[in-house]
């Protein structure tokens, strides 16, 4: 009866659970579309507007720009106009030479010819060892390769852009070649309208092949290739003669276009891009994360209904001076719990900035579980968050100067402006000398001056105000009253028990909070920097309210052995309790370097340690925030329930 009551609970709670998360992203699927943008319909005939985008390697993270290698280009190579965070992301959006016309197949067309010299051969040779991928856009949709598994192992899975070309060797040679794709095998899927016979286009597919294309007689423009004819109707169905990478080699790009019939919708025409074969581990995730926040309720919930009522009741009927003397306990440092910590005027700072991660945070996530930041949105999420980040900057002046405040402090400016700058002069620090990294590399992932200049604008000009607005209407009101009055001369802390110690406590205190969400965490590192797209952003807000009651939990418990034990100095030690949770986050990160990424160059590998320091400070600053005011509230109740003499 036991096991199998236990087995119906949690059956029960999966159910919950997943019901709760069908409501909060019922419009993943819907709503991926910003609303005013319409589909675009086609008439048999009309021509399609193919882009290139940037070339991508998981194994250097340095996007470039399309043309950087001499492939065919058009007569003006025109620039599509960007978002910020498509700039921020590398993104380079250009023009090509590709010709669609809408449901007329193509076969064979030539794009151009090129003689490889020796320093465009070591070009491609090298984007080939680094296994860079071509990404291109049609119709917002990006192109992808498609690979087919069997049935047992689930549906097709795609993989964005395709390979410049691939290393191998001839059949009894051991020198490795290097071998250019140069034959494209493009699929335009359509879903085609029974009444307007128009079509939308639903899915951009393409297989690459490498041949090395001969010719009758001289080269022109007319000239007719025997390895691909599409008069014989000979196509390219293999690769069993490549194109050589070497010099002096001439090398004829051609490609193919296909237009197959869809039943997939308009609307649903990125489900397929974003096939997510292991949801039952989100689920596994969730489920995880949720009995850590059942144990720490537990653990509070003794705390508040046993442990505090007792102790709260028992404080109160004590009747003389005597009789309190004698007690042990929390109680005891009443008349030092509220002595502002040393380096006050940083916690402020700190406080305000994590509340200004935690409004952009959740804001972000909101929108995005609502369908408003969907990856076909190309660069909308990084935007998002970047406005956002600049226009929280009121709440985090007005935190920092309501601490600053009850501090006793009275210089708010020089407050508000160690709030503005503190944490956004540290990372711009860090992104400078990463950017200068990448511009070293000639990457189109190098920010661009004028770019450069709107961050520093939206940080001096929007932000830096914004702070400063919050702090004065901060400053203005009436300070938090203390519940309890504090003595002139400090208390001596008794001798503290070994895992009593600050260290130890703070270190422990950021386990659960991570292991919350470790295992979202693998999906998100994996969109990051394996140039997947993540979309399950109401699995991401279910697991970023679970961080929260994590982080607020495990401070009130920690907080309420160290009262106990008559240490008093929680100030801090409640921030870097849930703080600390970032340290694990960095290690995680590393171990994911070293298990899951093929990343060989030094300056990638500094771009990746660079960034992932710059999210690690992010979580401690956020994780930290959510800490403190979780351990604030619980010493302001505790000591505001128990009469003090």
């Known amino acids: 009866m036991g096991r199998a009551a236990i087995r119906s609970h949690t059956m029960r709670l999966i159910f919950i659970f997943r019901t709760i998360f069908i409501l909060v992203s019922s419009h993943y699927s819907l709503g ?56 921020l992301r590398g993104d380079r959006i250009e023009n090509s030479p590709f010709v669609f016309t809408m449901r007329e197949p193509q076969m064979c067309s030539v794009l151009c010819r090129v003689i490889l010299d020796a320093k465009v051969a070591k070009q491609f040779k090298e984007k080939i060892e680094d296994e860079y991928r071509v990404n291109m856009i049609l119709d917002n949709l990006p192109l992808v390769v498609s690979i087919p598994r069997s049935q047992q192992e689930g549906p097709t899975i795609y993989q964005l852009g395709y390979h410049i070309g691939l290393k191998g060797q001839y059949s009894g040679s051991k020198d490795v070649k290097y071998f250019l794709n140069n034959h494209l095998s493009f699929t335009v899927k359509f879903h085609k309208d029974q009444v307007t016979e128009t079509a939308r286009i639903v899915g951009f597919e393409v297989t690459p092949f490498s041949i090395k294309h001969e010719y009758e007689g001289h080269w022109s423009k007319d000239a007719r290739l025997t390895t691909c004819d599409p008069h014989t109707k000979h196509t390219v169905s293999s690769s069993d003669s490549p ?89 005891l440092v009443h008349s030092e719990v509220f002595r502002p910590p040393i380096n006050s005027d940083l916690l402020c700072v700190y406080v305000g900035t994590g509340v200004q991660f935690l409004g952009m945070i959740l804001v972000t996530t909101i929108f995005a579980v609502l369908g408003f930041l969907s990856p076909s949105n190309r660069g909308g999420l990084m935007t998002a968050m970047l406005l956002l980040w600049v226009f929280m900057g009121i709440f985090a002046g007005y935190a920092a100067a309501r601490l600053y405040k009850m501090f006793k402090g009275t210089e708010w400016k020089k407050n508000a402006l160690r709030t503005a700058f503190f944490f956004p002069a540290a990372v711009f620090a860090i992104f400078f000398v990463l950017n200068a990294l990448i511009w070293g590399q000639k990457s189109s992932g190098a920010v661009p001056f004028g770019t450069m200049f709107a961050l520093v604008f939206l940080w001096f000009g929007i932000s830096v105000p914004l702070v400063f607005v919050g702090s004065y209407v901060g400053f203005k009101k009436p ?18 028990a070994w895992y009593m110690n600050p260290i130890f406590s703070i270190l422990i205190g950021g386990i659960l909070p991570f292991g919350a969400v470790f295992i979202e965490l693998f999906f998100i590192l994996t969109s990051i920097w394996m140039n997947q797209y993540y979309y399950i952003f109401g699995f991401l807000f279910i697991v970023f309210i679970i961080l929260l009651v994590t982080c607020a939990e495990i401070t009130i418990v920690l907080c309420y052995f160290q009262l106990c034990s008559e240490d008093y100095l929680w100030w801090w030690r409640s921030y870097l309790t849930s703080g600390s ?30 960034y992932m320091l710059i999210a690690s400070y992010a979580f401690f600053v956020l994780t930290g925030t959510i800490g403190f005011y979780a351990c604030f509230w619980f010493t302001r109740l505790i000591y505001s329930s128990v009469k003090i003499d």
């Open 32 to 87: 991926f579309y910003l609303p005013g943008v319409a589909p675009e319909d086609f008439q048999k005939g009309a021509p399609l507007n193919v882009k290139v985008n940037k070339l991508t390697s998981i194994r250097t993270q340095l996007p470039y720009s399309y043309y950087s290698l001499p492939f065919c280009h058009p007569k003006t190579i025109v620039d599509s106009r960007e978002n910020l965070g498509e700039v």
């Open 243 to 331: 194109q050589v990478v070497e010099d002096k080699q001439e090398v004829i790009f051609t490609y193919d276009v296909a237009f197959q019939e869809s039943e997939v919708k308009w609307a649903s025409r990125w489900d397929t891009y974003l096939l997510m074969t292991d949801d039952q581990i989100h689920w596994f995730s969730i489920v995880n994360s949720l009995m850590i926040v059942l144990f720490l309720s537990g653990m509070v919930a003794m705390i508040m209904l046993r442990t505090l009522y007792r102790d709260i009741s028992k404080y109160n009927e004590l009747e003389t001076q005597e009789e309190a003397q004698e007690e042990t306990g929390w109680k």
């Open 479 to 496: 300070a938090i009253e203390d519940p309890v009055k504090t003595n002139k001369i400090p208390r001596q802390i008794p001798e503290q």
């Open 581 to 610: 949770s970032a340290l694990y986050l960095f290690l995680y990160a590393t171990f994911y370097f070293f298990t899951k990424l093929e990343i060989t160059k030094p300056v990638s590998g500094a771009l990746y340690f660079g």
